[in-house]
């Protein structure tokens, strides 16, 4: 089943007299999807947790959860449950009795609860580890565990509170992975936590990137990556070059005393605006067939890529990723299609940008 499930409209939260923590915020969440409240410390991610929760009531605003105002309903009347970043598990009590603590405090039947911990159990690939204390289980499986008793209830939203955070980077991997496919499995809407971009970009539907109390931009991570709205979510999702320029007419930008072809427009003549160009998006050439020229100036080996910082004669720093070797003092040159230059408008709001990508979709549209 479809929908929004849950949304805000002009949601404010504020404590005593300190600046609001969220200001005006509204969106929906829409069933079924798995949703990432992306930002850094502080800017608001969790305190829409704790509201959708019912942890914590709006200052000002409405929520609504299957279309009804439950701004003054008490979280234990929601049909959410949260799994929190320490997992909130109780160490006396082993696997079994942990999944099926919120069914006892509901006094159900004692074959209904063990039908449903066996249930959940097997969806989080835990079955055979019942009696085990949580002392004997590794951060993976005690996060596994914490699911486990969060979808016993049957909500119909889980909540994440960046439960990743304390494992090491390889668990990490792979917890998102069994993350990404219960989610799918249960069909259930996810709204995970999260300061890390790329945990963001390989599990949502749909990001919000949130700053400073405010929602910078929403859209799936592919939107966001290769759409940024503004300088901050370009710098804050994934690595970018960002360096001032000058629109001069619809496809055509100048930048760094240079005019280029580009796949932008709506904007006004001469306007000034900046622009992003993502470091894989750069290839090594010589200096002659570059379209920029520029001086290694560093290298690291990162693995998989060589991430090489160039400067130009501007002196604007430039990031490459790119499986050529290069050498700490040569001349180069940067190449990079018109699709890899995008273009932000200073100031821009979300809706503003929304119709200006409409109107080059229909642009594009009427042209093939």
Request: with cysteine; net charge negative.
């Amino acid at each position: 089943m479809s929908g929004t499930i849950i949304r805000f409209e002009n949601v404010t939260k504020q404590f005593d007299q300190d600046p609001a923590v969220l200001k005006d915020v509204s969106f929906e969440i829409e069933r079924g999807k798995f949703y990432t409240l992306l930002g850094p410390s502080g800017c608001g991610k969790t305190t829409i947790l704790r509201l959708i929760a019912g942890f914590t009531n709006p200052s000002k605003g409405k929520i609504y959860f299957d279309g009804k105002l439950v701004n003054n309903v008490e979280a234990n009347k929601r049909q959410v449950n949260t799994v929190f970043q320490d997992y909130a598990l109780f160490p006396h009590l082993n696997v079994f009795e942990n999944v099926a603590f919120g069914l006892r405090i509901k006094k159900m039947k004692k074959e209904d609860i063990e039908k449903k911990v066996s249930e959940a159990l097997r969806f989080v690939n835990l079955v055979g580890y019942e009696k085990r204390q949580m002392k004997e289980m590794s951060g993976g499986q005690r996060q596994r565990v914490a699911i486990a008793r969060a979808i016993v209830n049957e909500p119909e939203v889980i909540l994440l509170d960046e439960p990743l955070s304390a494992l090491d980077l390889k668990l990490r991997t792979e917890m998102q992975y069994e993350l990404r496919e219960l989610q799918r499995r249960l069909g259930i809407t996810f709204i995970f936590v999260t300061h890390d971009q790329e945990e963001a970009l390989a599990m949502s539907d749909e990001i919000f990137v949130l700053n400073k109390g405010k929602i910078e931009q929403s859209g799936t991570p592919t939107d966001i990556y290769d759409e940024p709205i503004n300088r901050f979510v370009a710098d804050f999702i994934g690595e970018s070059n960002i360096v001032s320029g000058k629109m001069l007419t619809d496809f055509q930008v100048e930048f760094v005393g240079k005019e280029f072809e580009c796949v932008d427009q709506g904007f006004d003549t001469d306007e000034t605006v900046e622009i992003v160009i993502r470091p894989e998006d750069l290839e090594i050439t010589s200096p002659e067939q570059g379209k920029l020229q520029v001086t290694v100036d560093s290298q690291l080996f990162r693995g998989v890529h060589y991430e090489i910082c160039c400067l130009d004669e501007a002196g604007n720093e430039w990031l490459v990723h790119s499986t050529k070797k290069a050498v700490v003092g040569d001349p180069i040159g940067l190449h990079f299609e018109p699709e890899a230059i995008h273009v932000m408008r200073l100031g821009e709001t979300e809706e503003e940008f929304d119709k200006r990508l409409e109107a080059y979709g229909e642009e594009r549209n009427a042209t093939n």
